[in-house]
Every structure is written in structure tokens, then in C-alpha cells.
């Protein structure tokens, strides 16, 4: 069981929403499309359901072409953020409808919908009307619906966005092994990296409508291979800095250097640019070769256990995520540590030349 997208596009209103895209998706999968708002993620889940006919290109399912096969008549199942229930119907009723279409026995649907209503924890609401629900009820029975209807393809387009941070991380833990279960492939949407990394299986990074990498989740966030997709794999963004390379060293901003050893001495002499993540500034130095520079702090965000720091960094911005509630004045210099371990070194036009040294450690 497979779904290939072989050079789909979309365009809307003459204006391209998603350029040329081949991919495929393996029978028993978990997909994560992962960039942010506009990105194209809803765009592509709708070329794979069948909801939209791409402009160019094929959509294959089990190798067979079924790009001008309406939704109605494939094995799919779609649940968005913004969740869809039957109001005249009981939470029971809802949950059993494509069970029903399906044809299965009483039993059967009995069975499913007590199981999907456990997980979802639904138990006690399953006499109630979705009117009767709160909205992270009403989204959990959403997507309880989808997961008895024993499609082929699972699409989840930020099912859990309006779900409580208690019920989202532990959906996030089950939502995988349900899917290893059923042997669908499954695809989910999400604009956080975290969330990717926490239901694993594979990522495609999307940018602008196009997917810039595609493969297992841990090796597209540790080896990303250009600039925007290790952007895009980061919350906040990573950051940047333009650096040079010359002899046995890397010459960074602020007068600041450190040696070029392993691959990073194999780099040609010239202009790099240095990416490194928000969690890797530090406020204290912790290594005795940790690269310093000055900046300007420009705001502060306190998230709890958090710290997010904005920095001026002679007219480059970057943001730092710092450990803990910090003291800090708005405005004033302030000096951060960075291990040159942490710096990914990409070329001009954005490529990879060379992952952070930690990242190959991993």
C-alpha cells in the first residue's frame, strides 16, 4: 500500500500554492508535514484525499492513478483543527457513522466506538450531543470518528491545536501506536518541530510550497541540508550569522574565532554562513572554547521555566532561549556564549557544508 504524488502541482487563481512535489508514503507510516502558517501543508493533504485535482502532475494509490477519483469513492479519513460533528447526533452516533456506511455488525461498531471513546476519553459523553461538548471534546470526537473508519489514508491537518497541553501530550504518545496498529498511512500536520521530534516516523519540511527534505524525522532535524529547512525545523527559527573561513580557522563577528578541525577543516577558504539554534545561547559560559558575543537586548519574553531573549547583534536578530526567570533590562548590552559544537555551516546559496559537530555525535 502506497501513495505517490508524482509531480503534483496547485495553483490557485493563476498563483502557485504548491510547486512540482514528488513523494512517496509507505503502508503503515507516520508522516509529519511540518512547516508554518501558508506553507502549503493543508494544500498537499488536500491533493492527497482527492478534495482538489492538482494542475499538473499525478496522485497513485496502490499504483494505481487516481488523480480525478473524488474523495467519496477512496479509503480516506481527514480531520482538521477546526472540527466537523454531526450536531444531531449523539457522541455514540457520530463516532459510529462510517462504521455504519461501512456496513459493519452492531458488535463490531460496538466494540470500535467503546475503544476509539477510551482513548479519545469520551467514555461518558457518548448519550451527549457535540453542542453538549466543550471544543477539545468536540475535536476528540472528531477525531475518534476517523480512527474507526479503517482508512487506507489518515490525514490530520493540526488535530490537536485546540486540545488542553495535559490531553495534547498524551494523544501525542498514543496517536503513534494507534497508527502502527492499524497499518494506514498516516499524515500529520503541525507547525511545531516539537511535535514532530514527539511523534517521530518521518518529516517532509515545507517552505513557500515546496518540500525543501524529506526522510526520518531525527535525521532531517539533525542534518538538515540547506538553511531553510533547518529554519523551518526550529521554534523559534535558527539563527545566523555570515562568517569566514581562513587557514585553520572560522572567523566569526565581535572578533570572535574558533579552530576549523574535522570537516570544518576541509572547507575552501571564503564566506560561509554559521546557523546555530535559539537553545544553544547561553548567558554563562559552560565550555572553555565557547565563542562570545556582544549584543543588544532588545525584548524579553518569560515563558515560566523559560526565558526568551530577542537580540540585536549589529542589525542581525536573534533569539536566545534561556533556562529559567532571568533579570534582565530591556535595552541593555548583554553578552552570549555559543559552542562552536552547536554551529551548523551552510554555503551562500544556503546549502549544507558541514553539520554541527553534536549533531553527528547524536
Known amino acids: 500500500m502506497t501513495l505517490q504524488l508524482d509531480g503534483v502541482t496547485k495553483l490557485v487563481n493563476g498563483q502557485v500554492h504548491i510547486h512540482e512535489t514528488d513523494l512517496t508514503l509507505e503502508k503503515g507510516t507516520m508522516n509529519v508535514l511540518l512547516g508554518p502558517t501558508l506553507s502549503g501543508k493543508t494544500s498537499l493533504m488536500r491533493l492527497m484525499a482527492g478534495l482538489d485535482r492538482p494542475a499538473a502532475g499525478r496522485v497513485l ?6 488523480t480525478g477519483v473524488p474523495v467519496q469513492r477512496r479509503g ?21 457513522s462510517p462504521m455504519r456506511l461501512l456496513g459493519k455488525t452492531k458488535a463490531e461498531i460496538d466494540a470500535a466506538v467503546h475503544k476509539a471513546a477510551d482513548l479519545m476519553k469520551l467514555t461518558p459523553m457518548l448519550q451527549r450531543k457535540p453542542l453538549e461538548l466543550s471544543g477539545g471534546q468536540q475535536q476528540r470526537c472528531a477525531l475518534a470518528r476517523a480512527l474507526v473508519k479503517d482508512a487506507g489514508l489518515v490525514l490530520l491537518d493540526e488535530p490537536l491545536a485546540n486540545l488542553d497541553y495535559k490531553l495534547r501530550e498524551e494523544l501525542r504518545v498514543e496517536i503513534p501506536k494507534i497508527f502502527e496498529e492499524s497499518g494506514a498511512i498516516f499524515v500529520y500536520a503541525t507547525t511545531e518541530p516539537e511535535e514532530a521530534l514527539l511523534l ?11 518540500i525543501t527534505q524529506f526522510g526520518p524525522t531525527p535525521e532531517v532535524y539533525r542534518n538538515p541540508q540547506d538553511a531553510t529547512t533547518a529554519r523551518v525545523f526550529s521554534d523559534p527559527p535558527m539563527n545566523f550569522l555570515r562568517i569566514s573561513k581562513a587557514g585553520p580557522k572560522l572567523l566569526f563577528g565581535d572578533g570572535q574565532s574558533c579552530p ?12 560561509y554562513l554559521a546557523g546555530f539554534r535559539p537553545n544553544h545561547l547561553e548567558l554563562d559560559q559552560h565550555v ?23 537580540l540585536d547583534h549589529h542589525g542581525e536578530r536573534w533569539v536566545g532561549v534561556i533556562h529559567g526567570v532571568r533579570d534582565l533590562t530591556i535595552g541593555d548590552p548583554l553578552t552570549v556564549h555559543l559552542d562552536p559544537a552547536h554551529v551548523y555551516i551552510f554555503a551562500d546559496d544556503g546549502a549544507l557544508v558541514a553539520p554541527a559537530a553534536y549533531a553527528q555525535a547524536a
Open 61 to 66: 494509490w496502490q499504483g494505481d492513478d487516481v
Open 76 to 96: 480516506v479519513a481527514m480531520v482538521y483543527q477546526q472540527f466537523i460533528n454531526y450536531p444531531a447526533m449523539t457522541v455514540y452516533d457520530n463516532i459510529a
Open 200 to 210: 517521530g516516523g518521518s518529516t517532509a519540511t515545507l517552505w513557500e510550497g515546496r
Open 260 to 271: 576549523a578541525t574535522g570537516r570544518l577543516g576541509e572547507l575552501d577558504d571564503g564566506r
Open 288 to 310: 572553555p572554547d565557547a565563542l562570545e558575543f556582544n549584543c543588544n537586548l532588545a525584548v524579553t519574553e518569560i515563558t515560566g521555566s523559560e526565558t526568551f531573549v530577542h
